[in-house]
């Protein structure tokens, strides 16, 4: 018996149920992400873009082909996964870019030149983002406090024949924090996150294109019937 000792001879044995539990409960750290694809040389500024609302598989959120396990884990479109209980305590944002017209090439090119981090700071500073309910929408923060580190960092350098090389990032790793209050998603509550760009957002560079990944930090619990 762990804790203190039982002494048959002067205490009460401790009570046992005569009844088994009918349900225990899980506990575990999950992330959810899903993404949304930017066109070059289109207008961002006073948009809204609804992330979250694209499961894998399907085609949305700015793509044109459908989406993988990179760009979002949702199974069903504005509902956490497996339709556990959610409680989310940290948001984070991402922005890669691509450098070709459509959504078939790869965003793993390094931030290296002016009009690539022209873009880059272009999302950081115009953009925010806000909770989506079916009748509520609530403002989180800016995308300078989601993971952005609030500006581009690294080194870029150039050789003799004018070559640009090096890589720039956007403080990933760094997430807004809800150091109080977790945001409950419920299991049955459908849910988006919009990402909004102010007046003076300029358009993204032409022939590039950005893709924001926004990821949700958190834990589920989930019921388990075991009788």
């Known amino acids: 018996m762990y804790g203190s000792q039982y002494n048959p001879l002067d205490s009460k044995?401790?009570?046992?149920?005569?009844?088994?539990?009918?349900?225990?409960?899980?506990?575990?750290?999950?992330?959810?992400?899903?993404?949304?694809?930017?066109?070059?040389?289109?207008?961002?500024?006073?948009?809204?873009n609804r992330l979250f609302s694209v499961a894998q598989g399907s085609q949305g959120q700015g793509f044109t082909?459908?989406?993988?396990?990179?760009?979002?884990?949702?199974?069903?479109?504005?509902?956490?996964?497996?339709?556990?209980?959610?409680?989310?305590?940290?948001?984070?944002?991402?922005?890669?870019?691509?450098?070709?017209?459509?959504?078939?090439?790869?965003?793993?090119?390094?931030?290296d030149t002016q009009v690539l981090i022209r873009d880059e700071q272009n999302i950081i500073n115009n953009g925010a983002l806000s909770w989506s309910f079916t009748q509520t929408q609530i403002d989180i923060c800016p995308v300078a406090l989601a993971g952005a580190g609030g500006g581009l960092f690294g080194a870029v350098s150039q050789n003799a024949a004018g070559a640009n090389s090096g890589a720039m990032n956007n403080g990933n790793g760094q997430i807004w924090m809800y150091?109080?209050?977790?945001?409950?998603?419920?299991?049955?509550?459908?849910?988006?996150?919009?990402?909004?760009?102010?007046?003076?957002?300029?358009?993204?560079?032409?022939?590039?294109?950005?893709?924001?990944?926004t990821v949700l930090f958190g834990y589920y619990k989930n019921i388990i019937e075991i009788g």
């Open 65 to 111: 082909n459908a989406l993988s396990i990179a760009e979002t884990n949702l199974k069903e479109g504005g509902k956490v996964p497996a339709g556990v209980a959610y409680d989310v305590f940290g948001v984070g944002c991402q922005i890669m870019h691509g450098n070709q017209a459509g959504d078939g090439g790869t965003t793993s090119i390094a931030a």
């Open 13 to 48: 044995a401790p009570n046992v149920p005569f009844v088994q539990p009918k349900s225990l409960f899980r506990f575990g750290e999950q992330t959810i992400w899903s993404s949304q694809f930017l066109q070059g040389n289109v207008g961002i500024a006073s948009t809204q």
């Open 179 to 213: 150091r109080k209050h977790p945001v409950a998603l419920p299991g049955n509550t459908t849910f988006t996150i919009l990402l909004s760009f102010g007046s003076r957002a300029a358009a993204l560079s032409a022939n590039n294109y950005c893709v924001v990944r």
